[in-house]
């Protein structure tokens, strides 16, 4: 009875532990790079096609209104122009490991693309890092250096720019348990072996 | 050969240790007050959001840093070491990244945001907060090749 009731025979547990091992080395890598393919993929669109124009009256000269038409694109900034580059490098770079796992299955192979899962994680790391920097002075401004705020002219530019950045962040965030996964079970293979 | 690896390991951690405390120190000090037409400019790093988590992200690296120097190599705290060298590596990334997106904006301005650069009036502070960034960059390095070090230990075994 406490052997039906509680935690199982020994064989029982061990099957479990196996199909959960199995799980985390099989199909959770998967799950986790079309997640961040997703991520990335949607941050680099969102902040690519990020432009908003605007016109206003400037002066008037006799009867007639001079409008001047200002617009807020991401490639005036640089550390937007360099989120764009490292968000769309990292999608790319997981869509072509997905495309490539059939392949991909000597041990030389596993350490390159952990080599690359880590290039790749610092990259989106550093791009959402410095354009959360420009996003933030945006919206505050900084009074000290008589930078004005840009986000209460440019609703829209700022609402989509925050909207990719975000997904930039929860791109980063499952590239880094993507690579601490697999440092893992990289090393309890190597354990195993042994 | 694994312990002239493991001297070497502590050494580079005491470097970075070094370096992260020398950044956030050289950041935590710099503040300069100018004045021009009759403005008076006040520089500080607590005006700005990405240098004061420039400050707290080195100082956090430095004290970390430190800490796993007092842990021995083979308990069962040196899996925990690894995943955490790669934390920290990457908190120091995004701090550098963020002060130099910044640091560029301050010294080129952004024409099309009607943001004048600043860096011609208050020129000592740019001056610190360049050595903050160089030093911070350095640490960086440093953690990078504990992380080398890291897979070399780990992936070796696969390369008989």
Redesign the interface.
């Known amino acids: 009875m406490a052997i039906e009731n509680g935690k199982g025979g020994e064989i029982g547990s061990s099957n479990k532990y196996s199909k959960f091992k199995a799980k985390m080395t099989g199909s959770l890598p998967v799950v986790l790079r079309v997640a961040i393919l997703l991520a990335t993929g949607g941050a680099t669109l969102g902040m690519g096609l990020n432009k908003q124009s605007k016109t206003a009256v400037v002066a008037v000269v006799g009867t007639t209104p001079i409008s001047q038409t200002f617009?807020?694109q991401f490639q005036?900034?640089?550390?937007f122009v360099y989120f764009v580059i490292a968000n769309a490098i990292a999608s790319f770079y997981n869509l072509l490991v997905l495309v490539l796992q059939p392949h991909l299955k000597g041990?030389a192979h596993n350490?390159w693309v952990l080599?690359f899962d880590?290039v790749v994680?610092?990259v989106v790391?550093?791009?959402?890092?410095?354009?959360?920097?420009?996003a933030?002075?945006?919206k505050n401004g900084?009074?000290?250096?008589?930078?004005?705020p840009?986000c209460d002219n440019f609703g829209a530019f700022c609402c989509r720019g925050a909207i990719a950045l975000a997904e930039s962040f929860v791109g980063s965030l499952l590239l880094?348990i993507l690579?601490?996964l697999s440092?893992?079970t990289?090393?309890k293979n190597?354990a195993a072996?042994? | 050969m694994a312990k002239a690896l493991r001297a070497c390991v502590f050494l580079l951690r005491l470097f970075a240790a070094a370096a992260t405390l020398v950044a956030a120190v050289v950041m935590a000090t710099s503040h300069e007050t100018t004045s021009y037409f009759g403005f008076t400019m006040e520089a500080k790093f607590q005006y700005t959001s990405s240098f004061v988590f420039f400050v707290i992200a080195n100082a956090i690296a430095s004290g970390y840093s430190l800490l796993v120097l007092l842990i021995p190599s083979t308990s069962s705290f040196s899996r925990l070491v690894i995943a955490t060298d790669v934390i920290i590596g990457m908190l120091l990334t995004s701090a550098v990244a963020a002060t130099g997106a910044l640091s560029e904006l301050g010294k080129n301005g952004n024409q099309h945001a009607g943001w004048l650069p600043i860096c011609g009036q208050i020129h000592e502070f740019c001056n610190h907060v360049m050595g903050a960034l160089i030093c911070a960059f350095v640490g960086l390095l440093i953690y990078l090749l504990i992380l080398f070090h890291t897979f070399y230990v780990v992936i070796n075994p696969l390369f008989p």
């Open positions: 617009v807020a005036d900034t640089p550390a041990k350490i080599i880590m994680m610092t790391a550093t791009g959402a890092a410095a354009a959360a920097s420009i933030e002075l945006g900084n009074q000290h250096a008589r930078w004005n840009i880094l690579n601490v440092t893992v990289l090393r190597v072996h042994d």
